[in-house]
């Protein structure tokens, strides 16, 4: 239900806002959808006809999160997920932008497509959603997408996503056209011909379950080459869901010489390792691309995340109708739901874990997010839209199906405890989830 809330004061929680430099308590102001006022040190009064909103020092009032990778399935596969319900699942999860992948049927690889997207976008009541266009004709290498047309409809970056191109001479091509139109290449780094259709990470496990692996150098190869790619091209270049030590070093690396890379670590890659294919008995849950990898791989990723190598945290939301993952292990899709998921899991296993700082994890969140992708937003200042997550800090809760807002519910965190919520989204100043903790409007 959206509240809407022309003039509303957050008073009482404490701010986060890296790009302004506040991490303190702090009241903000909106007005007419816009940031009008963010007092440092001093506490507003509310004006008249102003909805008050009224927050503790646990609750956190940060610039509104943007995911820049969702698959919404939206056109042709609505039965898993589609614009509206992805939406909403976004804002539950305090998202104010998704950004969606193309790789839906038919592709988003045609100007009417976006136009689609961007009008299904408009009359949805959660997060918005903007299209990261395909970066080669039917998702297929042989042929480059119509890519300024697509860029002039709305689209802001674009990708082969769940297709990596296998060919080095055609992702030069899409890397230069990239350059051209000044947006970023989001790259699946994967080698198909060392990956092929496994199911697991390779190795010990995946040995004693007798499933088909997935080695970690299949990522580690493209990554490389992509990376040197960029670096030849000039082209920037934003590496998805990063699920390996070797991967997380050679970012890092490339980042020190001056390559324009940015790159995102996934929940699921900062959290599970491949053990979990074995506890859960073949639950297919637990499959994914890239698939979950050892303790090693998650504690660099962690620190990758740490230290900016991995610049943003993005779900990889991928739903999957639930006769779609209720077969065997092998013939199941790939892929998890994340939007609900994310922020908790930032919190629960990086915030609280000091990990990373709070402010460290808005970055990652928001303002690394906006940057990489050339998007307003990721910031609170005077003047900006009025996109911004509260949650809760410190709340204790446990995950479960009905806290789920997605269409699908392929997910192996029902029954995770959580310590962190998200409680209120506000787009354009208004509620699209939550509203007032403990508020009053002055007439």
């Known amino acids: 239900m959206i509240l809407n809330s022309s003039n509303l004061l957050l008073t009482g929680g404490r701010v986060v806002d890296p790009e302004n430099g506040i991490d303190e308590r702090a009241d903000v102001r909106i007005q007419n959808g816009k940031?009008?006022?963010?007092?440092?040190?001093?506490?507003?009064?509310?004006?008249?006809?102003?909805?008050?909103?009224?927050?503790?020092?646990?609750?956190?009032?940060?610039?509104?999160?943007?995911?820049?990778?969702?698959?919404?399935?939206?056109?042709?596969?609505?039965?898993?997920?589609?614009?509206?319900?992805?939406?909403?699942?976004?804002?539950?999860?305090?998202?104010?932008?998704?950004?969606?992948?193309?790789?839906?049927?038919?592709?988003?690889?045609?100007?009417?497509?976006?136009?689609?997207?961007?009008?299904?976008?408009?009359?949805?009541?959660?997060?918005?959603?903007?299209?990261i266009g395909a970066a080669f004709k039917d998702l297929r290498e042989e042929r480059l997408a119509e890519m300024a047309d697509?860029?002039?409809?709305?689209?802001?970056?674009?990708?082969?996503?769940?297709?990596?191109?296998?060919?080095?001479?055609?992702?030069?091509?899409?890397?230069?056209?990239?350059?051209?139109?000044?947006?970023?290449?989001?790259?699946?780094?994967?080698?198909?011909s060392l990956s092929g259709t496994g199911d697991m990470n390779e190795g010990a496990v995946s040995a004693r379950l007798g499933?088909?692996?997935?080695?970690?150098?299949?990522?580690?190869?493209?990554?490389?080459?992509?990376?040197?790619?960029?670096?030849?091209?000039?082209?920037?270049?934003?590496?998805?869901?990063?699920?390996?030590?070797?991967?997380?070093?050679?970012?890092?690396?490339?980042?020190?010489?001056?390559?324009?890379?940015?790159?995102?670590?996934?929940?699921?890659?900062?959290?599970?390792?491949?053990?979990?294919?074995?506890?859960?008995?073949?639950?297919t849950n637990t499959k994914m691309n890239p698939p979950l990898r050892t303790r090693e791989d998650v504690q660099a990723v962690i620190a990758g995340i740490a230290d900016g190598t991995i610049d943003t945290i993005a779900t990889?939301?991928?739903?999957?109708?639930?006769?779609?993952?209720?077969?065997?292990?092998?013939?199941?899709?790939?892929?998890?739901?994340?939007?609900?998921?994310?922020?908790?899991?930032?919190?629960?296993?990086?915030?609280?874990?000091?990990?990373i700082s709070a402010k460290e994890a808005v970055e990652r969140l928001a303002l690394h997010p906006a940057r990489a992708f050339g998007l307003e937003g990721g910031s609170l200042s005077v003047g900006a839209a009025a996109d911004v997550t509260v949650l809760s800090t410190e709340q204790e809760w446990t995950f479960g199906k009905d806290d789920i807002r997605s269409k699908s519910k392929n997910t192996p965190f029902i029954g995770k405890e959580f310590k962190g919520r998200v409680m209120m989204t506000i787009r354009d100043g208004a509620f699209v989830y939550g509203g007032p903790l403990e508020g009053d409007t002055r007439e």
């Open 316 to 355: 990889d939301h991928a739903p999957h109708a639930f006769e779609e993952k209720d077969v065997e292990y092998g013939l199941a899709p790939y892929g998890i739901i994340g939007l609900e998921t994310c922020v908790p899991l930032t919190w629960t296993q990086l915030v609280h874990p000091k990990a």
């Open 35 to 131: 940031i009008a006022d963010v007092s440092v040190g001093r506490a507003l009064e509310p004006l008249d006809g102003e909805q008050v909103v009224r927050l503790t020092p646990d609750h956190l009032v940060c610039p509104g999160f943007i995911d820049v990778h969702v698959h919404l399935r939206d056109p042709g596969q609505e039965y898993k997920e589609d614009i509206f319900t992805g939406s909403i699942a976004g804002a539950a999860g305090g998202f104010t932008t998704l950004l969606c992948m193309p790789n839906t049927l038919p592709p988003i690889d045609t100007a009417p497509t976006v136009a689609y997207i961007m009008q299904r976008s408009r009359e949805a009541k959660g997060s918005r959603v903007i299209p």
């Open 150 to 192: 697509l860029r002039e409809a709305g689209c802001i970056a674009f990708s082969d996503d769940a297709f990596p191109v296998q060919n080095a001479e055609a992702m030069r091509r899409a890397m230069e056209y990239c350059r051209m139109l000044e947006v970023p290449f989001v790259a699946h780094c994967e080698d198909k």
């Open 211 to 283: 499933l088909r692996g997935m080695p970690d150098v299949s990522e580690d190869i493209m990554v490389a080459r992509n990376l040197l790619l960029a670096e030849y091209t000039g082209c920037r270049l934003h590496i998805c869901h990063v699920s390996t030590a070797k991967s997380v070093e050679m970012i890092r690396q490339a980042k020190a010489r001056g390559v324009q890379v940015t790159a995102e670590g996934c929940p699921h890659h900062f959290t599970l390792t491949d053990d979990l294919v074995a506890e859960r008995r073949y639950d």
